[in-house]
């Protein structure tokens, strides 16, 4: 089985760009909030990611990861991997 990841965007965002680049050379699918402009969803976002308003917000299997940064980091500790999987 493989991990549920959802990932909150804006399509211009190039953090957002990245952290979905990796997430696909990984091979890992995901959904993805497309949210530009609607401060409903950024809300609904912001609630869910502990207050975190920038984008992108990655979730896995309804754990908050939090942004690109924090993507790349797990990945380089080799913490990633177990988590998708």
């Not at 530009?36 to 990611?49: I, N, Q």
């Not at 207050?51 to 913490?79: M, N, T, W």
Request: hydrophobic share 40%; charged share 30%.
């Amino acid at each position: 089985m493989t991990a549920n990841v959802e990932i909150y965007t804006w399509s211009a965002c190039p953090f957002c760009i990245r952290a979905k680049a990796l997430l696909n050379k990984k091979g890992v699918e995901f959904t993805e909030y497309a949210i530009d402009g609607d401060e409903s969803a950024r809300a609904k976002m912001a609630k869910r990611a502990n207050g975190r308003k920038s984008v992108p917000q990655i979730f896995i299997d309804d754990q908050h990861i939090g942004g690109c940064d924090d993507l790349y980091a797990l990945d380089r500790q080799g913490e990633l991997d177990p988590l998708l999987s």
